[in-house]
């Protein structure tokens, strides 16, 4: 354990936070579920696994793990729903101060989603250290350090760019070769000189890669293929191959890899191809990919896990495809909130340590801490 500050925060008979002024991180000990006032801590994805006594735990260790230290800083991220209501929890627990986009998206409210930021706030003990706005106020982007690429925030085009201080960096949540324009105009920061740098989430403190072999397996099962004994090939022509690779054959599949669909790679007859190809401008499995694989393998399911797919030659190919609603364009079929807020609390934080190693200064970090961060 470091020399930093561990504070507890209870909850009292009637279910209100006892918390120690603006803590630096909390360790939570509660014995209900009730965030503040009596009134319970709703979360909009109601597993278990993310209770939001659990997510605190989660956060602290990582905040731990990392060494996430952002006192004295001022943190531009979003407020969300799900795993994603973390965010602005983790920067507040490592002692920033926190102004949270809490716009209404497709998946809640804004008075949802502030209501379910603000209570596992209350929970953690760092409600006065978060802000939730509606927008992006230029005033808010001129005060902030940090600015993620968090949904809400982006895009983080030159005009927004025009109002950041010269001083502020952006930490891509996400690895530096998986940039997408569409999320910052890179050119306009470095015109001012705004760092910008990608996430190493294969650190072993962020450890985020080996989730993805479990996203998968879980897009396998969901579309109604066991896994085990099914022949399954992985086309892939990017980074997220070996650990893809490893969780497919641990849980009993025939797996081969290719990074490019062939007559000649489906000799074989699959279960499923993986679609895992760094997006481009134009569909990566494009009406060629998708009548040769009708052709060559009928009834193989196309399981869309990265990459765009030519949906109407898919259909007209009769090729099965999952999932069954169409990801946004250069997106992810799955989230990796959908295997637990494990890998969401991790990415997060990591994100937000290149946040910490870029405003403290490249020159001044150690070592230690400049492996979490990735050259853009």
């Not at 895009?155 to 569409?182: C, F, G, N, Q």
């Amino acid at each position: 354990m470091d020399s930093r500050d561990w504070r507890q925060v209870e909850c009292g008979p009637s279910g209100a936070v006892v918390s120690p002024p603006r803590p630096v991180r909390a360790r939570v000990v509660t014995r209900s579920p009730t965030c503040c006032g009596g009134n319970t801590c709703t979360m909009t994805d109601t597993r278990p696994g993310l209770d939001p006594r659990r997510l605190i735990r989660l956060m602290s260790e990582a905040i731990d793990r990392c060494h996430l230290d952002l006192s004295g800083l001022t943190v531009l991220t979003e407020a969300a729903t799900g795993a994603y209501v973390v965010t602005p929890v983790i920067a507040a627990m490592a002692g920033a101060d926190v102004y949270a986009l809490a716009a209404g998206t497709a998946y809640a409210s804004s008075e949802e989603i502030q209501e379910l930021t603000a209570g596992v706030a209350r929970l953690a003990g760092v409600a006065e250290r978060i802000q939730l706005v509606r927008r992006k106020d230029n005033t808010i982007v001129e005060s902030a350090d940090i600015v993620t690429n968090s949904g809400q925030v982006r895009p983080i085009d030159a005009d927004m760019v025009s109002h950041m201080k010269p001083s502020s960096v952006v930490p891509l949540m996400y690895e530096s070769w998986e940039y997408r324009h569409t999320d910052v105009d890179l050119e306009a920061c470095r015109a001012r000189n705004i760092t910008v740098a990608g996430t190493n989430e294969r650190h072993p403190d962020v450890d985020v890669f080996s989730f993805l072999g479990q996203m998968a397996i879980m897009q396998l099962h969901d579309a109604g293929i066991a896994v085990r004994g099914s022949r399954v090939l992985l086309l892939c022509d990017n980074d997220f191959s070996p650990s893809i690779m490893h969780d497919l054959k641990s849980a009993g599949a025939d797996v081969s890899q290719a990074r490019q669909l062939t007559a000649d790679v489906l000799s074989l007859h699959y279960d499923a191809v993986i679609l895992a190809m760094h997006p481009r401008e134009v569909s990566v499995f494009t009406a060629v990919e998708a009548r040769l694989l009708g052709q060559e393998a009928p009834g193989a399911v196309l399981i869309q896990y990265w990459g765009d797919a030519d949906r109407a030659a898919l259909a007209a190919a009769g090729v099965p495809v999952w999932p069954r609603e169409e990801p946004r364009a250069g997106h992810m079929g799955i989230l990796p909130s959908a295997v637990g807020p494990e890998p969401i609390v991790r990415l997060q934080s990591g994100g937000l340590k290149v946040g910490q190693v870029l405003a403290r200064g490249v020159d001044k970090a150690s070592p230690e801490d400049l492996a979490f961060v990735q050259v853009l």
